[in-house]
T-cell receptor, first 116, second 105 residues
């Protein structure tokens, strides 16, 4: 079975631009979560979606938005890019979307975003 | 607060057991303890999880303290491929800085 896939693998943008990152979950998984991982730090939670509804949001500005499609794939959008947005963006899928309960996350390889 | 405390780094010799500790003093009674690891240039991967009892799987063992305020991930025989950053978490969406494990041949 295919794991979580993300595209693109690498991306270079300039400050002020907008970016869209894409994620396809494991077949049968209905929940997708997005994380930002800055070099040397653990992943920081951005959003969780379950059945196309937002289930959770981390401490990120409104420049970050996301959505989940009927086929459970997801997009993360970041507007007005800042240098500090440079990071590895990880997508994870899980079978359920109940935060705090047993809900193992399966991660994709990530998209490396560089903002110049 | 879902904060966990782990050593920044640990080192092990190949073929020896490794015990990776984690403190999670604010854990609630229904929170599962999850461990993930992240190999270089990859996304994190699931290792093991547990609630109260010690757990074993093909990758590792998880020992959970009786008060559940700490846990230990046990790699029974470290290999070079186990060199990674190991994260413990008791909220599936919350990760700390993790422990960077180095394995020496």
């Amino acid at each position: 079975d295919a794991g979580v896939t993300q595209s693109p693998t690498h991306l270079i943008k300039t400050r002020g631009q907008q970016v869209t990152l894409r994620c396809s979950p494991i077949s049968g998984h209905k929940s997708v979560s997005w994380y930002q991982q800055v070099l040397g730090q653990g992943p920081q939670f951005i959003f969780q979606y379950y059945e196309k509804e937002e289930r959770g949001r981390g401490n990120f500005p409104d420049r970050f938005s996301a959505r989940q499609f009927p086929n459970y794939s997801s997009e993360l959008n970041v507007n007005a890019l800042l240098l500090g947005d440079s990071a590895l963006y990880l997508c994870a899928s899980s079978s359920e979307g109940r935060e705090g309960l047993f809900d193992t996350q399966y991660f994709g390889p990530g998209t490396r975003l560089t903002v110049l | 607060d879902a904060k966990t405390t782990q050593p920044n780094s640990m080192e092990s010799n190949e073929e020896e057991p490794v015990h990776l500790p984690c403190n999670h003093s604010t854990i609630s009674g229904t929170d599962y303890i999850h461990w993930y690891r992240q190999l270089p240039s990859q996304g994190p991967e699931y290792v093991i999880h547990g609630l109260t009892s010690n757990v074993n799987n093909r990758m590792a063992s998880l020992a959970i303290a009786e008060d559940r305020k700490s846990s230990t991930l046990i790699l029974h025989r470290a290999t070079l491929r186990d060199a990674a950053v190991y994260y413990c978490s008791f909220r599936p969406l919350v990760f700390g800085k993790g422990t960077r494990l180095s394995v020496i041949a």
